[in-house]
């Protein structure tokens, strides 16, 4: 969909911000669900698809979807949390093994896919993203691309519940990497080579705050998206900030607040994500066909209320409609 049919049915990568997944209570974690469920603006959530899909239990995540909401799933947590214990796991991996658990670790997914399709009774999860991890430390980003390129084939004789979007993370380019995968160019190259193929349609996602991490810049985010933008890729855009410092980090992938703005309830004071880098990135998605547009931020705070996480997502949405080129004159 092109920007203007998105504006107000957003997707909210809730989790980072939900308690359950810091500090709270079960109580807090219904509380938090059913404001969300009731806040206007929120078309859909991402969310990552774990082992255990919810601290809480799959059952209990599973009540708190609202009926209308479309799901995208993400693999980032799994992937990450299997690398820390398997450092050669990955889509991107030259390590036959590592890749080959990362392939069995999808098709889980995709069981977790098909059981929230049946329990809201229709096709409601919009797109899976996966990531390329390469093996961690140092590797070889030609054979990297050719193991990334070796998956995305094996991945199209699957049947697939919805489309695939390769997420890009930072890259080992970049400065101080954190999860080092792939550099966005290679990303690009290798689903270029398999989009027109027969199988599950493939595109890209990016995450505003992941670009500012790679390039330690905003600048950096803005060029790695118009570039995206014109490789006609581009599926999926989520805001997440980025800190230059503060107690999510300097230049760490935690998915800051907006800064302060007009209006804003909640803004953090160390995120480079503000309204100005918000307009830039909407003025260039606006050459997009997109699937989902959204935000995914967290609370700095593990043990703050339900008041203030939702106080956060509420900044985050405002701030995209305030940023949208229909309005940013205003």
């Given at each position: 969909?092109?920007?203007?049919?998105?504006?107000?049915?957003?997707?909210?990568?809730?989790?980072?911000?939900?308690?359950?997944?810091?500090?709270?209570?079960?109580?807090?974690?219904?509380?938090?669900?059913?404001?969300?469920?009731?806040?206007?603006?929120?078309?859909?959530?991402?969310h990552?698809?774990?082992?255990a899909?919810?601290?809480?239990?799959?059952?209990?995540?599973?009540?708190?979807?609202?009926?209308?909401?479309?799901?995208?799933?993400?693999?980032?947590?799994?992937?990450?949390?299997?690398?820390?214990?398997?450092p050669?796991?990955?889509?991107?991996?030259?390590?036959?093994?590592?890749?080959?658990?990362?392939?069995?670790?999808l098709?889980?997914?995709?069981?977790?896919?098909?059981?929230?399709n049946?329990?809201?009774?229709?096709?409601?999860?919009?797109?899976?993203?996966?990531?390329?991890?390469?093996?961690a430390?140092?590797f070889?980003?030609?054979?990297?691309?050719?193991?990334?390129?070796?998956?995305?084939?094996?991945?199209?004789?699957?049947h697939?519940?919805?489309?695939?979007?390769?997420?890009?993370?930072?890259?080992?380019?970049?400065?101080?990497?954190?999860?080092?995968?792939?550099?966005?160019?290679?990303?690009?190259?290798?689903?270029?080579?398999?989009?027109?193929?027969?199988?599950?349609?493939f595109?890209?996602?990016?995450?505003?705050?992941?670009?500012?991490?790679?390039?330690?810049?905003?600048?950096?985010?803005?060029?790695?998206?118009?570039?995206?933008?014109?490789?006609?890729?581009?599926?999926?855009?989520?805001?997440?900030?980025?800190?230059?410092?503060?107690?999510?980090?300097?230049?760490?992938?935690?998915?800051?607040?907006?800064?302060?703005?007009?209006?804003?309830?909640?803004?953090?004071?160390?995120?480079?994500?503000?309204?100005?880098?918000?307009?830039?990135?909407?003025?260039?998605?606006?050459?997009?066909?997109?699937?989902?547009?959204?935000?995914k931020?967290?609370?700095?705070?593990?043990?703050?209320?339900?008041?203030?996480?939702?106080?956060?997502?509420?900044?985050?949405?405002?701030?995209?409609?305030?940023?949208?080129?229909?309005?940013?004159?205003?």
């Amino acid at each position: 969909m092109r920007l203007e049919a998105l504006q107000n049915h957003y997707t909210v990568g809730a989790y980072p911000c939900a308690p359950a997944f810091g500090q709270g209570s079960r109580a807090e974690e219904q509380n938090f669900w059913a404001q969300l469920r009731n806040t206007p603006g929120v078309a859909g959530i991402e969310h990552p698809a774990l082992d255990a899909i919810h601290p809480y239990d799959e059952a209990f995540w599973l009540e708190q979807i609202a009926p209308h909401w479309h799901i995208v799933l993400t693999a980032i947590m799994s992937t990450m949390q299997t690398r820390a214990q398997q450092p050669d796991f990955g889509l991107a991996s030259s390590d036959a093994a590592g890749r080959k658990a990362a392939l069995t670790a999808l098709k889980q997914l995709f069981q977790q896919a098909d059981r929230i399709n049946q329990h809201l009774q229709r096709p409601a999860v919009l797109a899976i993203q996966i990531q390329s991890a390469p093996c961690a430390g140092a590797f070889d980003p030609h054979m990297a691309r050719q193991a990334l390129q070796a998956s995305l084939e094996e991945i199209q004789t699957w049947h697939w519940p919805c489309p695939v979007l390769l997420e890009h993370c930072d890259a080992h380019t970049g400065r101080a990497p954190q999860k080092a995968f792939l550099e966005l160019e290679e990303e690009l190259k290798t689903l270029a080579a398999c989009k027109d193929k027969a199988g599950p349609h493939f595109g890209l996602c990016l995450n505003w705050g992941r670009l500012a991490v790679e390039g330690h810049s905003t600048t950096y985010a803005q060029t790695c998206i118009e570039h995206s933008v014109r490789s006609g890729l581009l599926e999926g855009f989520l805001f997440s900030g980025a800190a230059t410092k503060g107690e999510l980090g300097g230049w760490q992938d935690a998915h800051a607040p907006f800064a302060p703005f007009a209006g804003a309830k909640a803004g953090y004071e160390s995120s480079c994500l503000n309204l100005s880098a918000a307009k830039a990135t909407l003025q260039s998605l606006q050459q997009s066909d997109l699937r989902y547009l959204g935000i995914k931020l967290k609370t700095p705070n593990p043990c703050a209320s339900v008041a203030n996480r939702m106080a956060i997502i509420e900044d985050g949405l405002h701030a995209l409609a305030q940023a949208h080129p229909k309005n940013a004159g205003n």
